[in-house]
Structure formats: structure tokens, C-alpha cells
């Protein structure tokens, strides 16, 4: 779709990627039926898409899925029988890939639209089968005492990955790729950056040399909460080149600060805080100040909230958060 005179994918990939554009793009993810609920009765029209509504610039899924098999489902027995990788993990499963995908996706870049692909189905607690206490446990005694079996594992992982992969990018291109990491509380990770270096290093490798070669120009680790702060370093010398933090609950994932760490090699989607528009006025503008100002005269950001939109914030205070990042976009 043409913008203003540019295209939404060329808007985004110049935003992320440092070159010259007229605005940052406009983007949020989609609020769930809770939050449409209220502001339908607060005023939101019916008759037009949330999107629509507030001229966001959305992105369009290339419909692969990497998640265990049934999907979004904890694969339990990885570690210890092989025949349940086969069960959960094959990349023949005619479901992992969307109906018509390839013309799907080439009308959606032709119509100008951002096409991503998800690159991995979880993090490394995913491939060790983690969905509880007693899994996580059983993952935490493998990761110490039976090492060889978790490389074996993760690099089983790590195929189906690119075997899927490969089928979907060797007929589409794509624009941004997602990795996600849910392995750390708001303190620290639950391993070690040693041994996150050691067993989920060379996935991200592989999969991301899977990536360069098929000229995906950004690849965004994508994780909610969490600190990992003391992994960031060797994923992004594995090639992640943009974060998509959710959640922010440690100073120490807040994108100033990332931002100083890390330098303008590193693009940044989102990092405002949400829970603040639930509060009131100044507790909406303060979000938008704190983060947004800085981070755009560096530049490689795209700005938007740290979470989907939620049933506890007034369509007010979301209508007045949009209007300030207009008000922004203006200003240059």
C-alpha cells in the first residue's frame, strides 16, 4: 500500500534499517476482542478495522509455523524418545504452510505491505519440550548432566527449521524474520550466558546463515519480559540486528538504555510503556516523552507500544498517545 508517496515495506525498512523516509512508520499490534469490546462502547466505529481506523501500517504473516505439532502445544518425551521428535517435528505437515502462500505473499509485497516469517518455534527451552515445572526441571538436569543429548536435540531442532524455512524463502521474499527467547524472569535468564553461548548459539547461527542467504535484511529477536540483557551480546554477534522488546519489566531491557549499550547497529521496535496508558493524561504523555524523542533522532526505531493494547486502557488515552506520536512524526 502506498503511503504519502512511499510504500509501507520501503517506510519500514528505511525507519529500521538507517536510511531516508518521509515518517517512521505508523504501527501497533491489534488489540484482542476485550479491548474492541470497550471502545466500540466508548466510540470506536464499527464499520472500519482498528487499523483502518488509525492509519496503522500492518504486517502481513508469510504463514509458516514452526511450533511443535499439535501447534502451540509442549512436545513432553523429547529428551528421552526420538520417535516424538518425528510426531511433533516434520516439515512434510501440510499445515505448517498457509494456504496459497506464495501468492499470498507476492500480492502483499506488490500491494507494498511488510511480509514476515516467524524463524524459529520458540527458544531453547522450546526445543528441549519445556511447558511446565516438572519439563522445565527435567530440561534444567539435561542442560547439566546430559549435555550431548540436548546438542543433539537442539541441532535436530535447528534442521526441521531450516528445511522449513528453505521451502517458504527459496519462493517468497521477505522483509523481517522473528526469533523468540522466553528464557529469562525479570532478573536474569535461567542459564547461563555460557551455556546459552554453548547450546543455542548455533542455531541462531545456522538458521540466520539460512537467512543471509536468502537476503532477509533484518532478523528481530522478538521476547516478552524478561532480562537478558547478559545474552544479548552473543545473539547479536550471531546476527540478530533488531529487538522487539515486550513487556519491559527490567530496567535493564528499557531501549534508552539498550540503546546506549548497544548503538544505532541495532534496530528497535516498540519500548513504550502500555500500563501507562491505562493511568491518566500526563502518565500517557510522560510514556511517549521518556522513550520516543531520543530514540528518534538516533534513529533505526520504529515506535509503539510494549504490549497489544489492553481492555484497561480507555480509547481516550489511546486515541491521545496516537495523536502525540503524529505530532512527533512532523516534527522529523
Same mark, same amino acid.
Given at each position: 500500500?502506498?503511503?504519502?508517496?512511499?510504500?509501507?515495506?520501503?517506510?519500514?525498512?528505511?525507519?529500521?534499517?538507517?536510511?531516508?523516509?518521509?515518517?517512521f512508520?505508523?504501527?501497533?499490534?491489534?488489540?484482542?476482542?476485550?479491548?474492541?469490546?470497550?471502545?466500540?462502547?466508548?466510540?470506536?466505529?464499527?464499520?472500519?478495522?482498528?487499523?483502518?481506523?488509525?492509519?496503522?501500517?500492518?504486517?502481513? *504473516?508469510?504463514?509458516?509455523?514452526?511450533?511443535?505439532?499439535?501447534?502451540?502445544?509442549?512436545?513432553?518425551?523429547?529428551?528421552?524418545?526420538? *520417535?516424538?521428535?518425528?510426531?511433533?517435528?516434520?516439515?512434510?505437515?501440510r499445515?505448517?504452510?498457509?494456504?496459497?502462500?506464495?501468492?499470498?505473499?507476492?500480492?502483499?509485497?506488490?500491494?507494498?505491505?511488510v511480509?514476515?516469517?516467524?524463524?524459529?518455534?520458540?527458544?531453547?527451552?522450546?526445543?528441549?519440550?519445556?511447558g511446565?515445572?516438572?519439563?522445565?526441571?527435567?530440561?534444567?538436569?539435561?542442560l547439566?548432566?546430559?549435555?550431548?543429548?540436548?546438542?543433539?536435540?537442539?541441532?535436530r531442532?535447528?534442521?526441521?527449521?531450516?528445511?522449513?524455512?528453505?521451502?517458504?524463502?527459496?519462493?517468497?521474499?521477505?522483509?523481517?524474520?522473528?526469533?523468540?527467547?522466553?528464557?529469562?524472569?525479570?532478573?536474569?535468564?535461567?542459564?547461563?550466558?555460557a551455556m546459552?553461548?554453548?547450546?543455542?548459539?548455533?542455531?541462531?547461527?545456522?538458521?540466520?546463515?539460512?537467512?543471509?542467504?536468502?537476503?532477509v535484511?533484518?532478523?528481530?529477536?522478538?521476547?516478552?519480559g524478561g532480562?537478558?540483557?547478559?545474552?544479548?551480546?552473543?545473539?547479536?554477534?550471531?546476527?540478530?540486528?533488531?529487538?522487539?522488546?515486550?513487556?519491559?519489566?527490567?530496567?535493564?531491557?528499557?531501549?534508552p538504555?539498550?540503546r546506549r549499550?548497544?548503538?544505532?547497529?541495532?534496530?528497535?521496535?516498540?519500548g513504550?510503556?502500555?500500563?501507562?496508558?491505562?493511568?491518566?493524561?500526563?502518565?500517557?504523555?510522560?510514556?511517549?516523552?521518556?522513550?520516543?524523542?531520543?530514540?528518534?533522532?538516533?534513529?533505526?526505531?520504529?515506535?509503539?507500544?510494549?504490549?497489544?493494547?489492553?481492555?484497561?486502557?480507555?480509547?481516550?488515552?489511546?486515541?491521545l498517545?496516537?495523536?502525540?506520536?503524529e505530532?512527533?512524526?512532523?516534527?522529523?
Amino acid at each position: 500500500m502506498i503511503v504519502g508517496g512511499i510504500s509501507q515495506r520501503n517506510r519500514f525498512l528505511r525507519t529500521l534499517l538507517g536510511g531516508e523516509t518521509d515518517r517512521f512508520p505508523f504501527f501497533d499490534l491489534e488489540p484482542d476482542e476485550g479491548t474492541l469490546g470497550r471502545w466500540y462502547r466508548e466510540g470506536l466505529p464499527r464499520q472500519q478495522s482498528f487499523s483502518t481506523y488509525f492509519g496503522l501500517e500492518t504486517h502481513h *504473516s508469510v504463514g509458516l509455523t514452526l511450533h511443535s505439532y499439535p501447534f502451540y502445544q509442549s512436545a513432553q518425551g523429547l529428551l528421552d524418545d526420538p *520417535s516424538v521428535f518425528n510426531r511433533h517435528y516434520h516439515p512434510n505437515q501440510r499445515s505448517r504452510y498457509a494456504r496459497n502462500f506464495v501468492k499470498q505473499s507476492q500480492r502483499n509485497h506488490q500491494q507494498g505491505r511488510v511480509l514476515y516469517v516467524d524463524a524459529s518455534g520458540g527458544g531453547l527451552l522450546q526445543m528441549l519440550g519445556v511447558g511446565d515445572w516438572d519439563s522445565l526441571c527435567a530440561a534444567c538436569f539435561a542442560l547439566m548432566k546430559r549435555p550431548q543429548a540436548v546438542e543433539d536435540l537442539v541441532r535436530r531442532t535447528t534442521d526441521f527449521y531450516c528445511d522449513c524455512l528453505e521451502r517458504v524463502l527459496s519462493k517468497v521474499s521477505v522483509d523481517y524474520a522473528s526469533f523468540y527467547e522466553p528464557i529469562a524472569s525479570n532478573h536474569a535468564p535461567v542459564v547461563s550466558p555460557a551455556m546459552f553461548e554453548r547450546f543455542a548459539i548455533p542455531c541462531y547461527r545456522k538458521v540466520i546463515d539460512l537467512l543471509n542467504k536468502h537476503r532477509v535484511p533484518l532478523r528481530i529477536l522478538c521476547t516478552t519480559g524478561g532480562d537478558l540483557t547478559s545474552l544479548l551480546p552473543s545473539l547479536i554477534n550471531a546476527g540478530i540486528n533488531g529487538l522487539w522488546i515486550s513487556n519491559i519489566r527490567s530496567a535493564g531491557m528499557e531501549y534508552p538504555k539498550l540503546r546506549r549499550q548497544f548503538g544505532t547497529e541495532i534496530s528497535l521496535i516498540g519500548g513504550i510503556d502500555a500500563t501507562a496508558l491505562a493511568r491518566d493524561e500526563a502518565a500517557v504523555r510522560k510514556a511517549v516523552e521518556k522513550t520516543v524523542p531520543d530514540l528518534l533522532e538516533s534513529g533505526r526505531y520504529l515506535p509503539c507500544l510494549d504490549d497489544r493494547p489492553r481492555r484497561s486502557i480507555p480509547l481516550a488515552n489511546y486515541r491521545l498517545y496516537r495523536h502525540l506520536l503524529e505530532d512527533l512524526s512532523r516534527k522529523g
